[in-house]
């Protein structure tokens, strides 16, 4: 059995988990449950970045301290980790005090076996604090940096570590190991960055006190990226009594980070570690971005994609398949719900959900509910499967994901095709649940159960029902699970409802409002239409409308007669309002501002001639004018004694 240790970046705590943090820690998932059931000894580690300054000013902004803004978001993250089913073995926190432990001892080592690899100097350059990074100058452009953060020229007294000394140790570690980064396009970034030779780095900051105080010099902090990365050990207890886990379990064989950290992990960390006489991870994998509109998505950008309804309705098994089979590993890629419902119909619904109900109700319809009494060890499924398994194996190795999935959807396309060509329905008719049959319809349930094995470490959960409905044993999905023969003969089967239940498309576009689609910070009041409303659409050739455009609108004054709190939705109420002589339900997104408490009896300013629109399943008729500060709703309100139905202009 061999060890493997395998990490996610930490993730900052000044925001709650958006896509691309999702993405990571599936695909850590993915791979730490594919290798704990070939038989490795697996330790999977994730955690929360929590110091520096940016979780500093966002406490500040909120007012609260930064550790209960860490505390906050740390339970958002636990609650998303177990909602996707991340089957991680620790957690650290930065804040924790056997990461303090670890970092002290870090520098300990370093200062110890080298005295003069950190040194007290005075530094000025471009800092940027988005990245709580000095930012060389040939990286800034008009006062930004490449990423278009702001950058200021600053001087600060530091601690420096002498990077310059690892110049040429670290091209020589990448010489020997070029395969220390990947992919290969990254591991060549990384040869040219430094190549360019490095520069000493500062490793500590007096601006923030947010942070782990510097050994013998509390008024320096331990700059956030020295701190953050060795999380890495203190979580196996590197610097504590206890540290059976790091002398198990160092060096790590997977960092897996995103490319924009690539460099920290590629490049200042194994220098730190060599400083301190420490070994190297083993591979640093730095995955591509998830892009909304080309952009990356992030919360600076204010384009965060938050799929948690999609979560909610159609599970988490699905997102996950979806977020491993639409990317290719190491590129780009845009996100979209649509793309999303797509292929969870394709795919899930069609390809899988549609194979397992065919055959487990033939199975159940001429096998009276039981796996086929004769199997097959000699047929076409069971030569594609022998040649599919390896290809598999090989793409899980390579960390192609997209390339395991194919692997899986050609025994699956084998399988259809294979009932199509033998017609089971027509030899049952001609000759009954005969030897013939049986050996035929074990064999589509044999092959689907290595095709669900495949599938194991990507949808755990659906994998489990899906083998048990098949007649096979949930927990089988080792490696001699793949081998063609596992499933037994004459065992329950459940042909029940859908697996993967349809989703019809358009339904779900226009029942979900944006804001609630993505959470992307929207307008409070979701208007929706089914079709935008032409007259309200900017004319071509200006940006103005006329008075008639703006007269076509019917604003009036409504009084709010019931309100209630659509169920699953945080920001939707769903409101009865009287027009002084008809009532209507509109539904509006301000659930997160007002109680309906607060809104019954309160006069209002609707649109009243807007086209119906279903919010969430219900049919909504006129829109809540409402301002928007930061995205939270402000109603419009009316002077005391103005009636409902008055006409407002
Ligand atoms: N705290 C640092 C990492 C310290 S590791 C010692 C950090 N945190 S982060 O919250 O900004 O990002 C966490 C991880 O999520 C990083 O690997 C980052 O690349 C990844 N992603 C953040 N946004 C992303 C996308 N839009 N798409 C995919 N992953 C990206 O960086």
């Known amino acids: ?207 923030i006190k947010w942070g782990i105080p510097f050994p013998g010099n509390p008024d320096h902090v331990v700059y956030v990226w020295l701190d953050a990365l060795t999380n890495y050990i203190s979580a196996l207890g590197f610097g504590s009594a206890e540290h059976a886990r790091f002398d198990h379990d160092w060096p790590a064989d997977i960092h897996l980070v995103g490319k924009d950290i690539t460099r920290f992990h590629a490049v200042y960390w194994p220098a730190f ?112 499967s022998e040649q599919l398994v390896p290809e598999y194996l090989k793409a899980m190795a390579d960390l192609a994901f997209q390339r395991a999935l194919d692997a899986a959807w050609k025994l699956l396309v084998a399988v259809n095709g294979y009932i199509v060509n033998r017609e089971p329905w027509k030899k049952f008719k001609e000759s009954g649940a005969d030897e013939t049959l049986s050996r035929i319809l074990w064999n589509t349930l044999e092959a689907q159960r290595i095709v669900w094995v495949m599938m194991a470490p990507f949808m755990p959960s659906t994998t489990r029902e899906a083998l048990t409905r098949l007649g096979a044993d949930p927990d089988f999905i080792n490696s001699d699970a793949l081998a063609w023969g596992g499933l037994p003969t004459g065992a329950p089967v459940r042909a029940t409802d859908a697996i993967f239940p349809r989703i019809d498309i358009d339904a779900y576009i226009k029942g979900v409002p944006v804001e609630e689609k993505n959470e992307v910070p929207a307008a409070p009041a979701p208007a929706a239409p089914e079709t935008p409303a032409p007259s309200l659409a900017t004319p071509p050739d200006s940006a103005k409308i006329s008075i008639d455009q703006f007269m076509e609108i019917d604003l009036r004054v409504a009084e709010v007669r019931a309100a209630e709190r659509v169920p699953k939705s945080k920001k939707l109420m769903k409101m009865t309002v009287s027009t002084g002589d008809e009532e209507r339900t509109i539904v509006a997104g301000i659930a997160t501002k007002y109680t309906p408490e607060e809104l ?6 609707i649109v009243a001639n807007l086209q119906p629109a279903k919010l969430m399943g219900i049919e909504s008729n006129g829109m809540v004018l409402a301002a928007s500060i930061d995205g939270e709703p402000s109603l419009l309100s009316v002077d005391a004694g103005v009636p409902a139905g008055t006409k407002v202009k």
């Open 1 to 207: 059995m061999s060890k493997f240790y395998i990490t996610t970046a930490i993730h900052y705590v000044n925001d709650d988990p958006h896509i691309g943090h999702m993405y990571e820690n599936v695909v850590a998932d993915v791979i730490a449950r594919h290798r704990r059931r070939m038989g490795d000894d697996v330790w999977f580690l994730t955690g929360a970045d929590e110091h520096g300054q940016k979780i500093e000013r966002a406490a500040a902004k909120e007012g609260i301290q930064p550790i209960e803004l860490a505390d906050r978001v740390v339970a958002k993250h636990h609650e998303m980790w177990r909602k996707l089913n991340i089957s991680h073995d620790d957690f650290i926190r930065t804040t924790e005090q056997r990461h303090r432990l670890g970092v002290l001892e870090l520098i300990r080592r370093i200062q110890e076996r080298m005295p003069d690899d950190i040194y007290l100097g005075e530094h000025t350059g471009w800092y940027c604090q988005n990245e709580e990074t000095f930012v060389p100058e040939n990286q800034v452009r008009d006062g930004k940096d490449e990423s278009g953060h702001p950058v200021e020229m600053t001087t600060e007294s530091n601690y420096f570590f002498k990077l310059s000394r690892f110049t040429e140790p670290l091209l020589a570690h990448y010489r020997q190991n070029p395969g220390f980064v990947y992919p290969p396009t990254r591991m060549n970034e990384i040869v040219s960055f430094v190549e360019q030779g490095l520069k000493d780095l500062s490793v500590s900051r007096t601006s």
């Open 273 to 384: 570690l060599m400083a301190a006489g420490l070994p190297l991870p083993k591979r640093i994998v730095g995955h591509g971005w998830w892009l909304r509109d080309n952009q990356k998505i992030s919360k600076s950008l204010g384009n965060v994609v938050r799929p948690y309804n999609i979560i909610d309705e159609f599970g988490a098994d699905s997102l996950r398949y979806f977020l491993l089979r639409e990317m290719v590993f190491g590129q780009d890629q845009n996100y979209s719900d649509e793309a999303f419902l797509g292929r969870y119909n394709a795919d899930l619904a069609n390809d899988l959900g549609n194979t397992l109900s065919r055959t487990t109700k033939m199975t159940d319809t001429y096998f009276g509910g039981k796996t086929p009494p004769t199997s097959c060890p000699a047929n076409e499924l069971l030569r594609a």
């Open 600 to 605: 019954v009896g309160r006069k209002i300013v």
